[in-house]
């Protein structure tokens, strides 16, 4: 086990053999906020499961240079969760997004839907899929995970159903379901999709839609969580089940 270091991350094509080039606003923190400099010793990641101790060789110019010393690659944890969350207004979404990559949530794409609240033209989305993977990276070296949580721009309901009837297995948070979440669990699975609505909730309809997708409507009990908090309590279950925490 490599001893505890500050982490940083650098996409794959910042990395060589022996090599590695922390981005621009990596190296600033590094250098301006950890006050990292040679021959400092660093943990660097490249966000797929590689990760790095490192010695700082320079800190010139805008971008951190090290020389790796040693390299390992780490396993992600099975089944890999993928969650689908209703659009939420205010910073809502960003807070689930950053609670989930902080989790280990494998994926996190947010979808439109009838009674979906935040509305986002083209423009504002792309603002949003950034934040949300610069939220998602940052929670990833926070909680020293070597995989960064995939996000992008908000997905339409057609688009969320066709996924939904390609995932091996797929759970929807619904207020009207009778099966409890537990029960909907069995067997072993790579891969598991929960869908969580919106402020609003999803609709009959909407529910109907994705459970003839395949995807199996699910309680948590008699209590309604906020859209913010059913996410991460369903997750932090999901991993509980599956032993990957406790």
């Not at 922390?22 to 590094?30: I, K, T, Y």
């Not at 060789?57 to 099975?78: M, W």
């Not at 459970?211 to 906020?226: E, K």
Request: aromatic share 6%.
């Amino acid at each position: 086990m490599m001893a505890q270091a500050p982490w940083f991350y650098a996409p794959p094509e910042l990395w060589s053999a022996d090599s590695v080039t922390l981005p621009p606003d990596e190296s600033h923190h590094a250098t301006k906020v950890m006050r990292v400099a040679p021959p400092d010793v660093i943990t660097v990641t490249n966000g797929r499961g590689l990760v790095a101790r490192c010695a700082v060789t320079s800190t010139q110019g805008p971008s951190l240079a090290a020389d790796v010393l040693e390299r390992e690659e780490r396993r992600a944890l099975r089944p890999q969760i993928a969650v689908y969350q209703g659009a939420a207004k205010g910073q809502k979404t960003d807070y689930v997004v950053e609670t989930l990559a902080e989790l280990g949530a494998a994926e996190t794409w947010v979808f439109e839907s009838e009674r979906a609240v935040a509305k986002w033209d083209k423009a504002k989305q792309d603002r949003l899929a950034d934040r949300w993977a610069n939220l998602a990276r940052s929670a990833a070296k926070q909680s020293r995970n070597p995989y960064s949580m995939k996000t992008g721009s908000a997905v339409s309901w057609v688009e969320l159903v066709r996924r939904i009837a390609k995932e091996p297995l797929a759970i929807v948070l619904w207020e009207e379901a009778s099966l409890p979440l537990r029960t909907a669990l069995t067997g072993a699975s790579d891969r598991l999709a929960l869908v969580v609505g919106p402020e609003g909730g999803l609709t009959r309809s909407e529910a109907e839609a994705l459970a003839d997708a395949g995807a199996q409507l699910v309680s948590l009990g008699p209590r309604i969580l906020r859209t913010e908090n059913a996410a991460p309590v369903t997750v932090s279950a999901l991993l509980y089940h599956y032993g990957l925490i406790g």
